[in-house]
T-cell receptor
Framework: GAVVSQHPSWVICKSGTSVKIECRSL??????MFWYRQFPKQSLMLMAT?????????EQGVEKDKFLINHASLTLSTLTVTSAHPEDSSFYIC?????????????FGNGTRLTVT | AQTVTQSQPEMSVQEAETVTLSCTYD???????LFWYKQPPSRQMILVIR??????QNATENRFSVNFQKAAKSFSLKISDSQLGDAAMYFC???????????????FGKGTLLTVNP
């Protein structure tokens, strides 16, 4: 089945630094990728939708200058948390799908646990 | 905007018994998709079952089945013969129909934590 690889699985960074999270579709072309954030024991909150070759669409309340999303190819989207602060510590999950697929998106990455110290 | 409500933050079931998780949603659309996802402690999101709103027949996947009541906007998940491996957080999710990248986004409920007792 389709696989979405997310890397790294966990990362610790110092406050003020930036960290990049990658989401790759390994065996299919992902025209659309979604980035979610999940706090402990809470649901997944959509941060943004990225379409290959175009700018990402951010959900209300999500700072686009802080959470930079790039979807430069059909197999790779990246989320960069810039000038990270402790309140950015969370679990980030990507999801990928192919436009036109009836049940897209179905494929999630394994998530990235970000800890900002 | 669409909303998904899961009114049971936690549920428990005895192994081999049956449990039903509730989900209601709000939408003005007539066609859409509904999903149940499972998130075990590993936090990997696993698709359990999906339902197309235009299908009247309830979806089933082995021990998992849904009770889809479109008029009531209800979409409950029934797990039969519960197993220890079913213990996880379960999320109900909604997706609208239509082309275009943003239309594929999922709106999740807050989740129900299922405990399976041996």
């Amino acid at each position: 089945g389709a696989v979405v690889s997310q890397h790294p699985s966990w990362v610790i960074c110092k406050s003020g630094t930036s960290v990049k999270i990658e989401c790759r579709s390994l065996d299919f072309q992902a025209t659309t990728m979604f980035w979610y954030r999940q706090f402990p024991k809470q649901s997944l909150m959509l941060m943004a939708t990225s379409n290959e070759g175009s700018k990402a669409t951010y959900e209300q309340g999500v700072e686009k200058d802080k959470f930079l999303i790039n979807h430069a190819s059909l197999t790779l989207s990246t989320l960069t948390v810039t000038s990270a602060h402790p309140e950015d510590s969370s679990f980030y999950i990507c999801s990928a799908g192919t436009q036109g697929t009836l049940n897209s998106p179905l494929h999630f990455g394994n998530g990235t646990r970000l800890t900002v110290t | 905007a669409q909303t998904v409500t899961q009114s049971q933050p936690e549920m428990s079931v005895q192994e081999a018994e049956t449990v039903t998780l509730s989900c209601t949603y709000d939408t003005s659309e007539s066609d859409y998709y509904l999903f149940w996802y499972k998130q075990p402690p590993s936090r990997q999101m696993i698709l359990v079952i999906r339902q197309e709103a235009y299908k009247q027949q309830n979806a089933t996947e082995n021990r998992f089945s849904v009770n889809f009541q479109k008029a009531a906007k209800s979409f409950s998940l029934k797990i039969s013969d519960s197993q220890l491996g079913d213990a996880a957080m379960y999320f109900c999710a909604y997706r609208q129909l239509g082309s275009g990248g943003s239309n594929y986004k999922l709106t999740f409920g807050k989740g129900t934590l299922l405990t399976v007792n041996p």
